[in-house]
């Protein structure tokens, strides 16, 4: 089974940076689209960048475009969300999801991930 555990959300001014981890375990030897989705109170769960494990090729959502890096360490399974410039509207917690094989084109749809983490809080004031 895969198991993802997030880290790295915090408190920040805006226009900070944090990064936020995720460490995944499960089958070395296949591909995953990966992706972070976060909620913000009273909001629904959004995509907002997904990274295909077997070529590196990400996707972002326009809002984070510029700011936000999605990128992996494949030797440490470990998936990153390098956030810069940070506004109040950021203010959310953070997921990390997987699912096996390609990011199809509709990859920041919810019900695509059976795997997810617990989640990072993210606050920007």
């Known amino acids: 089974d895969v198991q993802l555990v997030e880290s790295g959300g915090g408190s920040v001014l805006a226009g900070g940076s944090l990064t936020l981890s995720c460490a995944g375990s499960?089958?070395?030897?296949?591909?995953?689209?990966m992706a972070w989705f976060r909620q913000a109170p009273g909001k629904e769960r959004e995509g907002v960048a997904t990274i295909y494990t077997g070529d590196d090729s990400t996707y972002y959502i326009d809002s984070v475009k510029g700011r936000f890096t999605i990128s992996q360490d494949n030797a440490k399974n470990m998936i990153y969300l390098q956030m810069n410039n940070l506004k109040p509207e950021d203010t959310a917690m953070y997921y990390c999801?997987?699912?096996?094989?390609?990011?199809?084109?509709?990859?920041?749809?919810?019900?695509?991930?059976?795997?997810w983490g617990q989640g990072t809080q993210v606050t920007v004031s």
């Open positions: 499960g089958d070395a030897y296949s591909t995953y689209c």
């Open positions: 999801a997987a699912a096996l094989g390609g990011c199809s084109r509709d990859a920041l749809r919810r019900s695509l991930y059976p795997h």
